[in-house]
């Protein structure tokens, strides 16, 4: 009886032993696969979050919290070359009386010493500095855009206010064709104004590091922008394969930058037709109006080719919508970018190895 008694006891003593050592095999076990758990959970979950915010902090063209500066740029022929033009994130022209177009320069996070010349305001413009929380600076302004700045509330930097170092008249120019200023300059009076001088808007344009080719679109090597008739204000871009980039000329000339004589070149081109008439405000100076809150046509053109988009506007201070025909936003090549708003009758022409390609868009809008 003790021996069997004994036998029992052996057994049971070699059956603890026996889960004992399974148990502690198992813990050894998910020991070591919990740090191989730990990465397979941040590559899944993690990790994704960690890539999005690295393909954000990837995009050179915008980036930081600085808040972006609006500039009006004289365009007219005797303002050439202009300067600080290949330095913004994104260049709007625009129609203004006489048959000129006038633009607007964004800049962020730049340093530049001399940027003009500066021009007054057109109250259209209006609508983009509010898209791109910008501070808005001229130099001068239209009835129209005197009461929609007060109206709106707009952060504005009118030069004609300001002392004749923060706005200066350069003498290689002539007036009202020659003032400059700086973003030094501009941010001591913003600064002096307490206006807000961090942002945190998201971008107008949905930029991505990935190079955005277009393979569906149609060639587009050089594309011509009447904003008249007579052809006396029309925007060219020819591109150069070699470089991905977009030459640009105005009223037959070769842009370049009244700085460093470097040539005017962009990565992006926007072409927004939209329906403009001459305003009825008494002083027959010919002002412009501009119906560009609604979904308009245009083209987005990179790297050689073109598509053609709907630009999508919901009000004065909303941002515009870029998508392309089956209603997806387009993704913008990571570079600056000029958005060509021309007259919905404009005769844009697009050529490439194909026959060139007649873009206006004529529609009631």
Same mark, same amino acid.
């Given at each position: 009886m003790e021996k069997k008694s004994t036998k029992i006891l052996i057994a049971i003593v070699v059956i603890l032993v026996i889960a004992v050592g399974v148990l502690f095999a198992i813990k050894l076990v998910k020991e070591k696969n919990k740090g191989e758990d730990q990465v397979i959970s941040l590559g899944t979950d993690t990790l994704g979050k960690q890539d999005e915010e690295r393909t954000k902090q990837d995009v050179n063209i915008f980036?930081?919290?600085?808040?972006?500066?609006?500039?009006?740029?004289?365009?007219?022929?005797?303002?050439?070359?202009?300067?600080?033009?290949?330095?913004?994130?994104?260049?709007?022209?625009?129609?203004?009386?006489?048959?000129?177009?006038?633009?607007?320069?964004?800049?962020?996070?730049?340093?530049?010493?001399?940027?003009g010349p500066v021009r007054s305001s057109r109250h259209y413009f209006l609508d983009y500095a509010l898209e791109n929380d910008a501070i808005y600076v001229h130099f001068g302004w239209s009835p129209q855009a005197e009461y929609d700045i007060s109206n709106l509330k707009v952060n504005n930097?009118?030069?004609?206010?300001?002392?004749?170092?923060?706005?200066?008249?350069?003498?290689?120019?002539?007036?009202?064709?020659?003032?400059?200023?700086?973003?030094?300059?501009?941010?001591?009076?913003?600064?002096?104004?307490?206006?807000?001088?961090?942002?945190?808007?998201?971008?107008?344009?949905? !930029?991505?590091?990935?190079?955005?080719k277009l393979e569906n679109g149609q060639k587009a090597d050089t594309i011509t922008i009447p904003y008249t008739n007579t052809n006396s204000n029309t925007v060219k871009y020819t591109y150069?394969?070699?470089?991905?980039? !977009?030459?640009? !000329?105005?009223?037959?000339?070769?842009?370049?930058?009244?700085?460093?004589?470097?040539?005017?070149?962009?990565?992006?081109?926007?072409?927004?037709?939209?329906?403009?008439?001459?305003?009825?405000?008494?002083?027959?100076?010919?002002r412009q109006t501009l119906y560009n809150v609604n979904n308009l046509k245009g083209y987005y053109?990179?790297?050689?080719?073109?598509?053609?988009?709907?630009?999508?506007?919901?009000?004065?201070?909303?941002?515009?919508? !870029?998508?392309?025909?089956?209603?997806?936003?387009?993704?913008?090549?990571?570079?600056?970018?000029?958005v060509q708003i021309c007259p919905i009758d404009a005769k844009v022409v697009i050529e490439g190895q194909e026959e060139p390609v007649e873009a206006n868009i004529i529609t009631e809008q």
């Open positions: 980036s930081g919290d600085d808040r972006p500066i609006a500039i009006m740029i004289d365009n007219h022929k005797g303002a050439l070359p202009q300067a600080g033009l290949n330095d913004a994130y994104i260049v709007y022209e625009i129609i203004v009386e006489g048959g000129e177009s006038r633009l607007m320069a964004l800049f962020k996070g730049k340093d530049l010493e001399k940027i930097i009118n030069g004609i206010s300001e002392s004749s170092k923060s706005f200066w008249r350069v003498k290689d120019k002539s007036a009202p064709h020659n003032v400059a200023t700086s973003i030094a300059k501009i941010k001591e009076i913003a600064q002096r104004k307490n206006y807000r001088m961090t942002s945190d808007k998201k971008s107008v344009l949905h !930029y991505v590091t990935d190079d955005v150069d394969a070699e470089t991905q980039r !977009y030459q640009r !000329y105005s009223k037959g000339v070769e842009e370049t930058d009244w700085n460093t004589g470097e040539k005017i070149t962009t990565k992006n081109i926007i072409i927004t037709f939209a329906r403009n008439a001459t305003l009825n405000d008494g002083e027959g100076k010919g053109i990179t790297n050689g080719r073109a598509i053609e988009i709907t630009c999508e506007k919901s009000s004065r201070s909303e941002q515009t919508v !870029y998508k392309d025909l089956e209603g997806n936003e387009i993704d913008v090549n990571d570079g600056n970018t000029f």
